[in-house]
């Protein structure tokens, strides 16, 4: 699903408060710091293991909201930052390990990341006690300072086949499993691209045509709906959704999956 950013620290701890969810390491620095306005990306400290921070700002995205919703239990396996493959790579683990049990009663609905990441496996993490462990680690394209990797990779061409990839290869395996699933890509759906391409049309109506998709293409695939404004679910001068942009995408899923 989605991890949620760009919350400010006061929401989070506002929110951690109102559930009664104890104070952290985390909480306790940026209470030190003053930092409860700070734009909150996880970018200036790192979570604990227990962090108040990410189980409050569980609590306030849509896959919370649409689980009440459905009343279901949610499993999110989502994190920051992340790429398709790392998408495709923990839904495909976590039902690889549950392929004898009876999946019916499981509603897959993963989103898409910007095709412009990818994930690498480093043998040589360096954790804070300085020893060395092995871990995918993810990599942002766009902000990397490495000219090659800008060159070769930051382009629509692989920014396009990453994505498609990874939704033709989860969606067939939730399809051969069948295992009821609706991919979105937030809308991301290369319009301008296809029209000069002749293969990426083919690629996506291939997908529409095949793939269970929310809102039925992916170019109208929005967790909040193609007719909401942006302004109108987005934290003002940031592209995550608010906390009501939030309760909009969890209402416009359960709509959309009950409808078929």
């Known amino acids: 699903m989605t991890w949620g950013g760009g919350f400010t620290y006061g929401d989070l701890i506002k929110v951690a ?145 990453n994505m498609t990839n990874s939704i033709m290869q989860l969606g067939s395996f939730l399809k051969e499993n069948n295992i009821r699933y609706y991919l979105s890509t937030e809308g991301q759906g290369f319009q301008d691209f296809a029209k000069v391409n002749e293969i990426a049309k083919r690629r996506i109506e291939y997908i529409d045509t095949n793939y269970s998709i929310l809102g039925g293409e992916i170019n109208n695939s929005r967790l909040v709906g193609k007719e909401v404004r942006a302004k109108e679910v987005n934290i003002p001068g940031d592209g995550h959704y608010s906390e009501h942009g939030h309760t909009v995408a969890a209402n416009n899923i359960y709509r959309l999956i009950n409808d078929r």
């Open 17 to 161: 408060e109102e559930n009664n969810i104890s104070d952290c390491s985390c909480v306790n620095h940026i209470k030190r710091k003053k930092l409860l306005s700070e734009v909150y990306h996880g970018d200036d400290i790192r979570e604990c293991k227990s962090c108040a921070l990410i189980n409050a700002r569980k609590l306030m995205t849509y896959p919370h909201k649409l689980s009440k919703l459905l009343d279901a239990e949610l499993i999110d396996l989502s994190k920051p930052g992340e790429s398709c493959q790392y998408v495709v790579r923990t839904t495909i683990d976590f039902f690889l390990e549950r392929l004898d049990e009876d999946l019916s009663d499981y509603i897959v609905i993963p989103q898409f990341p910007n095709g412009l990441r990818f994930e690498y496996w480093n043998e040589n993490i360096i954790n804070r006690k300085d020893s060395i462990s092995k871990d995918w680690q993810s990599y942002m394209i766009a902000d990397s300072d490495n000219k090659v990797i800008v060159d070769f990779f930051g382009n629509t061409m692989y920014q396009f086949y």
